[in-house]
């Protein structure tokens, strides 16, 4: 557990360097002082939902040598893949994902799940000498790793990016965004989940999409077109408002997180995608680059170097 480190007196270089330990001759073994080891480092990307966590932790792996660890509470689940907008293979760009789709559906995954889960994933990419991104929204999974567990805490060093865009702005993406799940196929997928004694309080049945739709399943059978089509309206706007509530209580905790930073003495950045979610096309993805991307790229390689 411990490495010998050596310190030299160059006056512009007062940092400890890690030295081999094969003790070349003429140096008197004084000079040496043991150093706790070095903790392993971790980043962890926060964010609402919908405001790019998995863009930017994919754009930062292809950057760095790292692997990803899936936080989000829904993900974890195998199934409902566009309900709870679980990124594509096309999206990943290659970089392994980990927790994502593994939990059987009607399991409860809890937070102490998550925190020995995400520590062995963690501990394996370490071990290979990548660098574990930790990307997701759910913030009580995140709490548990970094501030209850005293392993994780006594093992690693985290560095926080907090994704964060203008609500009103994420609210209208948000809700655009299930319109474009329901074009493909939100509603096939979720009704694999109807429960017909209507109970939604175990494993991926709470992701938001399920319960939303259960009144629509439950009559769609015996209703008219019409009746049918104002029930299935009823619902998709359910599942918008409920989807702009998710990122409002999300964005409140990361806030709150935020405030504590200093006190908690984590490193926490905040990069604001406003820009990139109000242009088009080719201005937004220069706007994701410079405001998000870079900025991060840079953030990251100073806390890998320091
Ligand atoms: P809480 O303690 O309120 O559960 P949290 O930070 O642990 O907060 P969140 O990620 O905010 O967890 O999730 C809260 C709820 O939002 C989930 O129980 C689920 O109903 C819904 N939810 C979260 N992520 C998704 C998702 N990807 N798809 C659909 N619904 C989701």
Known sequence: EYKFYMRISFSACKQALPLQVNFPGGLNMDQFIP??????KVVIVMGATGTGKSRLSIDLATR????????????????LNIVTNKVT???????????????DPDVDFA???????????????TRKGKLPIIAGGSNSYIKALVNDDMEFQSKYECCFLW???????????????VEQMVDANLIDEAREFFDPEGNYTRGIKRAIGVPELDEFFRNESIL???????LLEDAIDKIKANTCKLACNQLQN?????????????????????????????????????RVARPATRIVGRFLHK
């Open 35 to 40: 150093v706790r080891r070095r903790k392993d």
């Open 163 to 177: 994704v964060d865009v203008s609500m009103p702005v994420l609210n209208k993406f948000v809700s655009k965004r």
């Open 111 to 125: 937070a102490v799940d998550f925190v020995r889960r995400a520590s062995t994933a963690v501990d394996s990419i």
């Open 224 to 230: 008219d077109y019409e009746m049918r089509a104002r």
């Open 64 to 79: 760095f040598e790292a692997e990803i660890v899936n936080s989000d509470k829904m993900q974890v689940y195998k199934g």
């Open 89 to 103: 293979e096309e999206e990943c760009r290659g970089i392994t994902h980990h927790l994502l789709g593994i939990v």
């Open 254 to 290: 990361i806030q709150n997180i935020f405030r504590l930073r200093n006190q908690l003495e984590w490193r926490m950045y905040r990069l604001d995608a406003t820009e990139a979610f109000l242009k088009r096309d080719l201005e937004s993805v220069e706007a994701w680059e410079m």
